[in-house]
């Protein structure tokens, strides 16, 4: 279950992409854009992003996966506060360019 904080954060946030951060140095609970190459997808909404800096899963729920094992991609979103956290992407863009923005329902 998401937390009120992370769905304020996110509803504050916009899928813009801004400069890349390291995973490693990404802060918790706030907005932030990551890039990496998709290692594997774990779940219908979920994959594994890794940059030179470390792993993090990404969530895109409930939205379908527009992403691929080995492609590399640009995320922006939010880091939860729990362990391992888990990323909440708010927008993708995709190698080509193409961007997606996924929608998080949390009532």
Do not use: C
Request: glycine share 10%.
């Amino acid at each position: 279950m998401r937390s009120a904080a992370m769905a304020a954060v996110l509803l504050s946030a916009s899928a813009a992409f801004a400069l890349p951060v390291p995973i490693a140095k990404a802060p918790r609970g706030q907005p932030v854009t990551l890039s990496g190459k998709v290692m594997r997808i774990t779940d219908t909404d979920a994959f594994r992003l890794k940059d030179e800096t470390g792993v993090v899963t990404v969530y895109v729920g409930p939205n379908d996966l527009p992403v691929e094992v080995g492609e590399t991609v640009t995320v922006s979103g939010a880091l939860e506060e729990g362990f391992p956290p888990e990323f909440i992407a708010l927008g993708l863009r995709r190698a080509d360019g193409r961007e997606v923005t996924f929608r998080h329902d949390w009532g």
